[in-house]
């Protein structure tokens, strides 16, 4: 691709095909590491003209940031984020200092602040601070530096109190590696019967995570080994949801380890994907759904676990399916090779005999038995697999209930009436004039004392966001909306009759709708 033999500048080409390909909606033809290596290539066999074209087509999509759906716009954060990684975290950063004016809830601020964490993920803090050393005023978009947040902690002279004894015994008992059968005994012996549940699942699951919290390797470990700890002290739903905010206090300043937590107890069964839809539906994490990706990514990652597991079972039925026929065609020819072997005759002493040599007829009569007993077994898993197909698809169908029940109950509570907002751009025009107004107003007043000019910086168009935060958060929640529903039409629309009767009513806001059956590519006069 580099060098081409054609008469003209080709890199802005490559470039538009590259983005068009990796921004495609439902899905990009590659994985999306592809492109960033693809791009990565590039930039190195041609450094004196891809880059540019690049940072020209990054610039663009940020002016319109506010505008890509929102699996665009995450597409682009953790394509950006890996490619600064490859080259020293270098950007002019500066251009985009101006997005701290902006209210923490525009799209361009967000978009920045999501670059940085993702860049830390990568790298880490210091790095990635010293790589903002021309805009240092970023440096408020950065993640916290901190790690855990461990309440039983004796650090900055915290007072000792009852529950810091009971986490450093429960601590001891770790160490000494005594069994999960043993902790379960004693939390339930001394714990419960004095502190209650409450300081009981406090207690365990920080001491756990933070026996755990040195490296994914012991976070694994713990789990591995005091999971049957958890599944016991949790075993509903609103428990799993309780349990996922004490994980989430715990882990309040590193969002990754929040997920991976959280995705490993999902993979251990210690939690289901309905408590996980539970916890990000809590007032802790609605009120940050158009600020941060974070609740997004738990439920991105729950949501697509149990479609992946779905995906996995129908290929090892087609499989199961093909090793029943196979078994069923070799059972069927070692019981002809059988019956053809016993209605020969054959001369034993001088008499006519039916069947042969009776050393093959046993090998035959075993054989034979054999494969029926293979056919069997492969019947059973067969069986075994498709039980598990259908016990996936009703947790699915409940899944999606419950999501789409929780998107419409949170949606419904602050969408403005539908007389009011009933499209997209009535909803973003509400907060508009009266911005405008006083936008006007406050830049009739700042004006440059030599060219009569305003102050503000205008770099990369205005730095002024004129949608108010009640209706960004509407527009990123709809978003995000109409992102499940596209990524998981096909799954959907299995349960689709269901979720009309129940979720899809006729009382659902107008917006909400429009979302979902955009997503499912679904006219809404079909409906």
């Not at 590659?30 to 880059?51: E, S, W």
């Not at 941060?292 to 087609?318: F, G, M, Q």
């Not at 509570?413 to 009535?426: I, N, Q, S």
Request: charged share 25%.
């Amino acid at each position: 691709m580099a060098g081409l033999p054609v008469p003209f500048r080709y890199e802005y080409l490559m470039a538009e095909t590259i983005f068009s390909q990796l921004l495609l909606l439902p899905h990009p033809p590659f994985k999306p590491t592809y492109y960033t290596l693809v791009i990565m290539d590039l930039c190195k066999a041609l450094p004196g003209a891809f880059p540019a074209v690049v940072a020209g087509a990054v610039r663009a999509l940020f002016e319109k940031i506010a505008d890509l759906d929102v699996e665009c716009r995450t597409r682009l954060v953790l394509w950006f984020s890996h490619h600064l990684s490859n080259f020293q975290f270098i950007w002019p950063w500066e251009e985009w200092v101006h997005v701290l004016d902006l209210p923490k809830w525009a799209p361009q601020r967000v978009f920045v602040q999501q670059v940085l964490e993702r860049e830390v993920r990568l790298s880490y803090w210091e790095k990635v601070k010293q790589g903002i050393e021309n805009a240092p005023a970023l440096e408020e978009l950065l993640p916290p530096k901190g790690g855990s947040n461990f309440r039983y902690s004796l650090e900055d002279g915290k007072e000792k109190t009852e529950q810091h004894a009971l986490s450093a015994d429960l601590s001891k008992k770790v160490k000494e590696r005594e069994s999960a059968r043993e902790i379960i005994s004693w939390i339930e012996e001394s714990i419960f019967p004095v502190h209650g549940f409450e300081i009981a699942l406090q207690v365990v699951t920080q001491t756990l995570l933070d026996i755990g919290s040195k490296s994914f390797t012991h976070l694994i470990t713990v789990l591995e080994r005091y999971g049957q700890v958890i599944s016991r002290l949790c075993p509903d739903q609103d428990k799993q949801a309780m349990l996922l905010s004490e994980l989430g206090s715990y882990w309040k300043n590193n969002a990754q380890m929040t997920a991976v937590a959280i995705d490993r107890m999902m993979g251990y069964r210690l939690i289901s994907n309905l408590a996980i839809v539970k916890w990000v539906f809590s007032p802790e994490n609605i009120e940050k759904f158009h600020t941060t990706d974070h609740p997004w990514e738990v439920l991105r990652n729950a949501v697509s676990k149990t479609y992946n597991r779905i995906c996995d079972l129908r290929k090892e039925i087609t499989s199961a399916k093909k090793a029943v026929l196979l078994a069923e065609e070799a059972a069927k020819k070692a019981s002809e090779e059988l019956e053809l072997a016993e209605s020969k005759l054959t001369l034993v002493d001088g008499e006519p005999v039916v069947g042969e040599n009776p050393a093959r007829m046993r090998r035959l009569k075993s054989n034979a038995e054999k494969k029926k007993e293979d056919e069997v077994s492969a019947r059973e898993t067969l069986e075994a697999k498709e039980a598990l197909l259908a016990r996936a698809l009703d947790e699915n169908q409940a899944l999606f209930l419950a999501l789409y029940k929780s998107f419409s109950n949170v949606l419904m509570e602050r969408l403005p009436e539908a007389t009011k907002a009933g499209t997209l751009h009535e909803l973003k025009s509400i907060n508009a004039e009266s911005m405008a107004v006083d936008i006007e107003e406050e830049s009739a007043m700042e004006v440059d004392n030599e060219n009569g000019k305003s102050n503000k910086s205008q770099t990369n168009g205005s730095n002024l966001y004129n949608i108010g935060e009640k209706e960004q958060w509407c527009l990123s929640t709809l978003g995000y909306v109409k992102a499940f529903s596209r990524q998981y039409a096909s799954e959907i629309w299995l349960n689709i009759e269901k979720l009309n009767a129940e979720v899809f009513t006729d009382d659902m806001h107008p917006l909400i709708r429009r979302a979902v059956y955009s997503g499912l590519r679904w006219s809404i006069s079909e409906s």
